[in-house]
């Protein structure tokens, strides 16, 4: 079992719908969670991260936490074409060493 | 803005040949990290670095050794590359204090082939 899952999707929404990723986690003892959005031939940004159950909301995107169901996600509303990226779910522990795992990411595809 | 650079967007090299790849971070970061990345597999940890002269493996530090002799560089070396090797490699960095709360700053990234 990978220790962070994403669905590889292509996931496809129309513009101005809610995308939803999804990112699953092993270790309990995680400590902190990342959402990373990562443009073709670039390196990964920073969308947001969170470290408490519940919600936390920024612009369009919103994370979501729950560690009983070890389970993080991010909703994008308002989809925009720019929005188009694989987005990277991250999961950081410090268990035996600061150790940071990044999900394979989820392709979104936003049409216009 | 943190900036972290990194010596060369693209580089073709031989099977066998010595290869230094370098990463400079403008923060005064105390942890450095070499990540890389395949299609399917997303980020793999090569070694990271929490100060100079330090370094820890990551998951797969096979084929792989670092240096990090000042505080803002640390390389990655390929000590005889292999085909297995072409790869998209990142840098990355983050500041000392609680540092597991605290998000990457990636490089532009190394897209290396090996031939």
């Known amino acids: 079992q990978k220790e962070v899952e994403q669905n590889s999707g292509p996931l496809s929404v129309p513009e101005g719908a809610i995308a939803s990723l999804n990112c699953t986690y092993s270790?309990?003892?995680?400590?902190?969670f990342f959402w990373y959005r990562q443009y073709s031939g670039k390196s990964p940004e920073l969308i947001m991260f969170?470290?408490?159950?519940g919600d936390k909301e920024d612009g369009r995107f919103t994370a979501q936490l729950n560690k009983a169901s070890q389970y993080v996600s991010l909703l994008i509303r308002d989809s925009q074409p720019s929005d188009s990226a694989t987005y990277l779910c991250?999961?950081?522990?410090?268990?035996?060493?600061?150790?940071?795992?990044f999900g394979a990411g989820t392709r979104l595809f936003v049409k216009a | 803005d943190v900036k972290v650079t990194q010596s060369s967007r693209y580089l073709v090299k031989r099977t066998g040949e010595k290869v230094f790849l370098e990463c400079v971070q403008d923060?005064?970061?105390?942890?450095m990290f070499w990540y890389r990345q395949d299609p399917g597999l997303g980020l793999r940890l090569i070694y990271f670095?929490?100060?100079?002269?330090?370094?820890e493996k990551g998951d797969i530090p096979e084929g792989y050794s670092v240096s990090r002799e000042k505080k803002e560089r640390f390389s990655l070396i390929l000590e005889s590359a292999s085909t297995n090797q072409t790869s998209m490699y990142l840098c990355?960095?983050?500041?000392?204090?609680?540092?597991?709360?605290?998000?990457?700053?990636f490089g532009p990234g190394t897209r290396l082939l090996v031939l």
């Open positions: 991250a999961v950081t522990g410090y268990t035996g060493g600061f150790k940071t795992i």
């Open positions: 969170i470290y408490s159950n």
């Open positions: 923060m005064d970061h105390e942890n």
């Open positions: 270790d309990r003892g995680s400590q902190s």
């Open positions: 670095s929490y100060d100079v002269k330090m370094k």
């Open positions: 990355a960095s983050i500041g000392g204090g609680a540092r597991y709360q605290e998000t990457q700053y």
